[in-house]
Structure formats: structure tokens, C-alpha cells
Nanobody, 127 residues
Framework: QVQLVESGGGLVQAGDSLKLSCVAS????????MGWFRQAPGKEREVVAA????????YYANSVKGRFTISRDNAKNTLYLQMDSLKPEDTAVYYC????????????????????WGQGTQVTVSS
């Protein structure tokens, strides 16, 4: 059974940092693109950051550019999201996602390109 399990969420104050992790099990995603999405109450799910299978290419939403960093450790089948200078508007449930397409050097921006999803981890930033 394939699983993506996120961790690292929590309640923090504006300006603080958090690091999210997503551990995959059941299959390897070391040759597939992965991404982080978030969904705030009453809003649609949106892409936060995405990374190619090799880690050579990354994408960030404008709202997080310069504050968040996506990375991966293919040997550990793990995806990370370092979040610095957090703002109240970053409050959301954060999901990791993985594609099953292999060796695509580009970036998947849309949720439709992802085949597996984690259960989400809550990030709450107080002002």
C-alpha cells in the first residue's frame, strides 16, 4: 500500500519557522516529481512548491517565494518544505503529493498531475 505521511505542522507565531516532512512508503518516488499544496478554510487547494525528480528544478508560488524552500532526499524517499518568516495567511492544511510519471525533468504545477496524496498536516500561524 502506497502512503505519503506528512509531519512537522503545528501552531506558531508570525515570523517563526517550521519544517514539514513527507515520507513515502510502499513504492519509491525517487524518479518522480513531487510537490506541496495547501488548502485554507473556504479556499481551493493551491500549489505551494514543486520539485523535479532530480531536485534540479523547483517552483514556488509567488506568495511563498523567498520564504519557503522545497527539497528532497531520494535515498530516504522523503520530501521537505522549510517554511521561514511565516505569516498568518500561510495558515492551512499542507499536503504533499507525488506523481507516478518518471524522469520528467520539468515541474508539475497542477494537482491533476499528481497521483498520490498525503493526509495533510495543519499549519496555524498566529499574528
Amino acid at each position: 500500500q502506497v502512503q505519503l505521511v506528512e509531519s512537522g505542522g503545528g501552531l506558531v507565531q508570525a515570523g517563526d519557522s517550521l519544517k514539514l516532512s513527507c515520507v513515502a512508503s510502499g513504492r519509491t518516488f525517487s524518479r518522480s516529481g513531487m510537490g506541496w499544496f495547501r488548502q485554507a478554510p473556504g479556499k481551493e487547494r493551491e500549489v505551494v512548491a514543486a520539485i523535479s525528480w532530480s531536485g534540479d528544478s523547483t517552483y514556488y508560488a509567488n506568495s511563498v517565494k523567498g520564504r519557503f524552500t522545497i527539497s528532497r532526499d531520494n535515498a530516504k524517499n522523503t520530501l521537505y518544505l522549510q517554511m521561514d518568516s511565516l505569516k498568518p495567511e500561510d495558515t492551512a492544511v499542507y499536503y504533499c503529493a507525488a506523481s507516478t510519471r518518471q524522469y520528467f525533468s520539468g515541474i508539475y504545477y497542477s494537482a491533476v498531475n499528481y497521483d498520490y496524496w498525503g493526509q495533510g498536516t495543519q499549519v496555524t500561524v498566529s499574528s
